[in-house]
Structures are given as structure tokens and as C-alpha cells.
């Protein structure tokens, strides 16, 4: 007796789709089973998912024979109706048959196929790398923006565009070592603003984009190492603004892609790309991350376009504060859509915060238990990203508290509220006539 076993290929195939496997097998014998195994573990584990034994059934249902050059011509088929991403793997196809010279005797042959199953990408987002944060308005700085696509198999092609355009990146292997180290800076002065160009020279240089200065040397004054702080900054030109830096050439973006397996089965990708960053050309730039996979019909994409904050919206707690009461005041938006997050400040016009400190970063800022002298006090919120800042003011108004009672002289015999303090000032005003 002879006995040959071959399984039909298959194409990949994406989640979700009805998967047929079927086992092809010849013989001039007599069947004795057929058996289906799902190999895992790189072939150490083999599963059982279908049996078909001869001695115990004479349902054919499952196989389609019929006869060839007085051969035995079989298929033998499994139906997956869902395939799953667990389901990806090595499938194998065992027959065994009697042997035509003696019925104690098994023949065994086997055949095997690998399901690939395809994932398309779940979900895919766009963030800026290391924010918020403090960014200076007197050094071009590097900017990076991270693509991050999850749930796919096998790892998808990343890119990135700009502006509907798709980037030309030199490609980076390895993270970079240092931020400032390995980008270009594409500045021809790195200090070179327009908070520090007296009116007449930003004048000129507005049409052109910064382009005045591209040609010739910067004017006297404007040394890149000077010190911001100690420089004298006329007024009149002082922006909250971020500098327009001045380039002299396009901006060299700079790539990096990795995949990291997920024990899901999928990949994690990530594509970043870096530049350094100019405010003036790239606030209100698209940027779009785009995926290529083979699950996909066409490519699916995530955008972010790059805008400085722009006129916070502010809100305080309670609407009418009184003495003792814990305010509240919160950042609730902006009058556009900012990306990427900004960092927020708080000070407080002239003076310390409530706690002492000069400022409080967050998007709130809290002031326990306000006491009467906050009364008409002037707190500043600068929001700022890497494409520019902006400051809004709010007034504290306090209204007296008819539960906590004004005049009386605590235990440590200082006068407390409003009336406390004008009989102080009139025992003064006494003291100071008595003495003239």
C-alpha cells in the first residue's frame, strides 16, 4: 500500500476571516483516521482540533472520495469560521492507513501549512516628545514628534508628511546620544530674535521672513553668547512671542523607527521624527503620520497641526469668593486648538503666591483659605509651548464673611478683620499728632 499527503497553501489572511484548511491525500489502502494538529511552541506542543477514526465510524460526512485510476483520492477539511490572531501558526495533517499485506500494520504519512494571520493596526496616535515644558525663547531648540501605532501584525510602514507632503528624513538607527549633539542648527544665529532687533530692523526683515539677516552679518550687539538676562531690551520690542529664527536653509528631518512585539501576538510601532524647530514656519504646520499595512485597503493616518496658545480661558471658583473660602482658578481652553500641550505658570502680579512661592506650574492653582488682604490681587497664567506663549490676567475679589466675626482681639492680642485693622491705623494716626 502507498499513501502521499499534501496540504493546499494558504494566502494570508486578516482577522476575522472564515479559513478553510484542507488535506489532500492518495492511496490505494484502506482509511484508518485522520487526525488535525495545531503545532505551538515552535513544534513542541501539537494539539488535537480534529479526529477521524474508521474503526469507530463509517460517517464519511467529512471527506469527499471518489475514485481514480483505481486509486483512493481523499480531502479532508477544517473550517475555521473567525480566525483570531492566536490562531496564527503551523497546522499539520496526519493519515494513517492499513497495510494491504497484513491488517496489524499502520501506514502514516502527514502533510503541514502555515495560517499567517493579519492584523490591521488598532488605533494610532500623535504626541510630542518630552512635553510640556519649558521651552527658551532665546535658543533654537530640536523637536520631536512620535507616531505611535498599536495592534497590528506584522509591523506596519510608518511615514510622516507635512502638509499634505510626504518628508524626505536621513534615517536614524540609534537615539540619539545628546539633544543639542547630533541635529543640525539651522540658525545662522542662534541668539538672533525679534525681541532683540531695534523696530527699524524687524521692519525690514518682516517681508522677507527673516531673510534680511540671511544674507549678511548680524548687526553689532547681538553676540550669540550674551547673556538674555543681563541684555537691555527696549521695551517697545519686548514680544511674548517666541523668536523668529533665522534660517539658512530648509529644515533636515531627521527618522527613527522600532517595533516592539506585544504578547497579544501584535507589534507596537513607533516613528519618530526630529528638526529643529523654527515657530515662525512651522506654527499652523499639518502633520500627519501615515500607516501602510497589507490588512489595510488604504492607509490610515493621524493628524496634529502645530499652534501656539492662544487666549486661555479662565475660570474661578467660587464665582464670589469670601474670607476663608479655598479659591479655585483653572485654565478651561483656549480660543483655538493648541498642540502640543502647553506648560502652565502661575505668579501673582507683584507680589508671592498665597504659600510663599514665586510661581505654580499646573493648569490649576489653588489658594487656601484667602484671607481679606487678597482682596484685588492680580494673578498671571503664561501658557507656552514650543511655538509660543501667551499671558492672561484675573482679579481676586474677596467679599467679607458674615461668619467669621470682624474686630474682636484674638488670643494673641493683634486685632483680626477690617475693623481691627482701621482702629490700629487710627491709634496710630493718634500716636504721630500726639508726637508733632
Known sequence: AYLTVSIEPLPPVVVGDAVTL?????????????VWYRVTDGG?????????????????????????????????????????????????CHVGIYDRATREKVVLASGNVFLNVMAPPTSI?????????????????????????????????????????????TPLPEPPAGAGSWAPRNLLHRDLDDTKVPKSLAAEAEPGL????????PPRGLAAERDPVTEAIPETVVSREFPRW??????????????????????????????????QIDNEALFSCEVKHPALSMPMQSEVTLVAPKGPKITMTPTRARVGDTVRILVQGFQNEVFPEPLFTWTRVGSRLLDG??????????LERVPAELNGSMYRCTAQNPLGSTDTHTRLIV??????????????????????????????????????
Open 246 to 279: 533665522v534660517h539658512v536653509a530648509e529644515p533636515i528631518y531627521y527618522f527613527r523607527h522600532t517595533h516592539a512585539p506585544v504578547s497579544d501576538g501584535t507589534v507596537e510601532a513607533r516613528a519618530t521624527l526630529t528638526w529643529t524647530l523654527n515657530p
Open 22 to 34: 484542507k488535506c489532500n491525500f492518495k492511496t490505494d489502502g484502506k482509511m484508518r483516521e485522520i
Open 357 to 366: 512661592s514665586a510661581e505654580h506650574d499646573g493648569k490649576e492653582l489653588v
Open 44 to 92: 513542541t506542543i501539537k494539539q488535537k482540533i480534529f479526529t477521524f477514526d474508521a474503526m469507530f465510524s463509517t460517517n464519511f460526512s467529512q471527506m469527499e472520495n471518489y475514485r481514480k485510476r483505481e486509486d483512493l483520492v481523499y480531502q479532508s477539511t477544517v473550517r475555521l469560521p473567525e480566525v483570531r490572531i492566536s490562531d496564527n501558526g503551523p497546522y499539520e
Open 125 to 169: 496616535s500623535v504626541l510630542a516628545a518630552d512635553t510640556p515644558a519649558p521651552f527658551s525663547r532665546y535658543q533654537a531648540q530640536n523637536f520631536t514628534l512620535v507616531c505611535v501605532v498599536s495592534g497590528g501584525k506584522p509591523a506596519p510602514l510608518v511615514y510622516f508628511k507635512r502638509d499634505g507632503e510626504p518628508i524626505e528624513a
Open 210 to 217: 527673516g531673510q534680511a539677516f540671511g544674507t549678511a552679518e
Open 399 to 436: 467679599f467679607e464673611n458674615p461668619n467669621i466675626p470682624r474686630g474682636p482681639e484674638d488670643s494673641n492680642g493683634s486685632f483680626t478683620g477690617h475693623r481691627g485693622f482701621r482702629l490700629v491705623l487710627a491709634l496710630t494716626l493718634t500716636v504721630i499728632l500726639e508726637l508733632t
